[in-house]
């Protein structure tokens, strides 16, 4: 046992609060799948972006990135920091459509769009894509996390603790839906940052300071190397470097491009739990705000203790053959009695919270938009709350399975953006083109799965080095795929297509449909929100290279970096205050 007693108190206590939550919600939960799965659509933009972020603050996210540190270097972070371009494009050009939509889930999205058995079917196959594919792919790699944390503290197998895990968090989630995962997400949220932030400051005060904690990172880096031993640590010239060398078109500069230029497109039109969020918000103003308070949380202001960590395991633990455990043995080497069971609470705060956002999620694909859509389609409001709660348990074991079929939560991340990025262009285009119809989002979903079957089983493009290939390869096939089907087949009837933009009131080329809604207004999307998009991109980067700069002791440079974030920042603000809403 390498906890105490007043450490596992501390858990227990963090465990028992939650549960409270859980069956404090239950009688509002327990109303309809309205309040099981959106909240009753009374959401404050504070709370929906303060859950966004804890939800995608799992146990996984701090293991990882102290993993991109030590094998990649600062340059790693790219694989989610080029996710700001997506996340806020999504701010400024689609959190308003989600929400005039009044849908539970983003399946639902399909039969407003689109026009009868091809909607009904496109509704199910994308619904059953969603949960029993990508959703369980985050779940397992969420699960396999903290099974390894809880490993290095306190030896269990994998298969004891990843049914421990999956229990505890089916335990508070059955009962109460969305208004208890929200409410328990900005608890965890505030304890699990508390606890990395203090394990980044005890490191930083352990190695003498900033400086003398990158210097001695390098040296550990620099010493590694020159013996010649196998090693997977990153280069010490790339430790902190913002951008790769473009000296040599090397596998970095590619995975970068592929970053910066393909992978963002999956975050862009905000689908799943992301979407969730939206739909539970009170109007289209707070959806707004939710997903642009948390783009600056998330990018800018969350990663920073866990980068510091990573960089220091560099100094004690250089030798580790699974970096990704690197985080945990920091954990049991600095934190004292107390301090370690506070923040092991705060990591199981952080996987529950992003395990039970995942399988709300997952449970409401299933029963909204199959259980309910196909099988039974007049239950009472108790009984589709009870099949919801099925719904949850089946999410759960589905992950749990998940799980054990993977060794690396990285490798698994990679897989997950690969799926979700495939069909990013199609989505988009629905939003904003009229001609995009069902057999479209049918035949990419379709050449989505099939060209991700044939990519990773090939030996030519296994390994995580053939990402960029991966992605560029899914994502075009996709595309051309879904434009010649789109081509091929007949356009959504018009009453159908006029239904959805009178509801939606989406701008973009709707040529004979917006004439024939001319008398509602459109609050046209254009060069305005172009602008308010690179500003707010241009904010978030300002904002990084901030943080980063100063802490390589380039005071200049983070000083100009810093004030160019807030001046942005201000104009961003003042140009939000003179937007239109519906």
Known sequence: MTLSLIDWLIIAFYIAISLFIGFYFSKRGSKNITEYFVAGRKVTWWLAGVSMVATTFAADTPLVISAIIRTKGLQGNWYWWSGAIGAVMCVYFF?????????????EFMELRYHGKTGSFLRGFYALFRSVLCNSVVLGWVILAMSKIIYVLLGWPKVMSVWILVAISVLYILFSGLWGVLVTDFIQFILAM???IALAAIVIVKSGGFTLLIEKALQSCETVSASGAASNLVEPSQLM???????????AAITFLAFVS??????????????QRLFSCKNEKHSFLAVLFYSFLHYAVRPWPWIIVGIGSLIFFPDLKDP????????????????KGF??????????????????????????DVYKRFFVKNGSDRHYVIVSRIGVIAMAILAGISSFLMNSVYSAWLLGATLMAATAFIVILRWYWWRINAWSEIS??????????????????SGDNYYAARLAIIMLGTTIVAIITTLLTKPEPDACLEKFYRKVKPSGWWGHIADKCHDIEIIKVGAPEFINWILTVLCIYSSLFA????????????????????ALLAVILKRINQMRWD
Request: charged share 5%; glycine share 8%.
């Open 444 to 461: 990419a979903l379709a050449a989505a799965i099939a060209i991700a079957l044939f990519l990773f089983t090939s030996p030519t493009f």
């Open 241 to 251: 470097t913002i951008f790769p060398s473009f000296e040599t078109f090397n596998i």
């Open 95 to 107: 959190a308003r459509l989600w929400r005039r939509s009044g849908i539970i889930t983003d399946a």
């Open 547 to 566: 943080v980063t700069w100063l802490m390589m002791g380039k005071t200049t440079s983070g000083l100009i970096s810093g004030l160019t974030c807030l």
């Open 262 to 275: 393909l992978q963002w497109w999956q975050s862009a039109q905000g689908d799943g739990f992301l979407a």
């Open 324 to 339: 990704e455990i690197a985080y945990p043995m920091m954990m049991m080497k600095f934190l004292p009695i107390g301090l």
């Open 194 to 196: 508390t606890g990395c």
């Open 343 to 368: 923040l092991v609470a705060g990591f199981l705060a952080a996987f529950m919270s992003t395990v039970s956002t995942h399988i709300n999620l997952g449970s409401s694909y299933l029963v909204n």
